[in-house]
């Protein structure tokens, strides 16, 4: 374990259902992040939260809503997916310090989501 | 926004051998450079990373070395074992900013 759990491994939805992705890190970290992982495509994040609040929200449909009630828990609420959403939705946290930020990001081991 | 490339995508090597895995990022204001190992059914693990003051950095058999005038970054293992096979990403950063920007992944493999 890497201190970043994420549940469930594994969904499958239907493209009218509405599930949630839940991440939850034990380290104390003040930043946590929503990342996209499709095959042979770069890690895309999707979303950031420092000290909670959302900083950015990188283009995602709004068919991906987030939400961070403190700081250690992230969600990632989905409804009216496509099957191109089918990919891996890392969770990560960090340590942002500010002007001198930590920088190491610690990753969960992912959901893998399929939509049909 | 930044803009990094991976190169090779996959790489097979024999055990004991090494390997090497490059990237080039486009953001000359990029100061942090991290790179991650993911294997099957994990996520991605920070193995090592480099801050733009220095320009190698060693941790027992990897080791990554960093070219800010030409704006490369490349990771080497030496004496490979069967355990290192997995997907590698580079990734660049840079101060203020809290976005990781990866690679596409090396897919190394070694042979036994």
């Known amino acids: 374990e890497t201190g970043v759990t994420q549940t469930p491994r594994h969904l499958v939805m239907g493209m009218t259902n509405k599930k949630s992705l839940k991440c939850e890190q034990h380290?104390?970290?003040?930043?946590m992040y929503w990342y996209k992982q499709s095959a042979k495509k770069p890690l895309e994040l999707m979303f950031v939260y420092n000290f909670k609040e959302q900083t950015e929200n990188n283009s995602v449909p709004s068919r991906f809503s987030p939400e961070c009630p403190n700081s250690s828990h992230l969600f990632l609420h989905l409804h009216t997916l496509q099957p191109e959403d089918s990919a891996l939705y890392l969770c990560?946290?960090?340590?942002?310090?500010?002007?001198?930020?930590?920088?190491?990001?610690?990753f969960g081991s992912g959901t893998r989501l399929t939509v049909v | 926004g930044e803009n990094v490339e991976q190169h090779p995508s996959t790489l097979s090597v024999q055990e004991g051998d090494s390997a090497v895995i490059k990237c080039t990022y486009s953001d000359s204001a990029s100061n942090y450079f991290p790179w991650y190992k993911q294997e099957l059914g994990k996520g991605p693990q920070l193995i090592i990373d480099i801050r733009s003051n220095v320009g190698e950095k060693k941790d027992q058999r990897i080791a990554v070395t960093l070219n800010k005038t030409a704006k490369h970054f490349s990771l080497h293992i030496t004496e490979t074992q069967p355990e290192d096979s997995a997907v590698y990403f580079c990734a660049a950063l840079r101060t203020g900013a809290n976005n990781l920007f990866f690679g596409t992944g090396t897919r190394l493999t070694v042979i036994p």
């Open positions: 990560a946290s960090s340590q942002e310090t500010g002007r001198t930020s930590h920088y190491g990001y610690t």
């Open positions: 380290l104390g970290h003040n930043a």
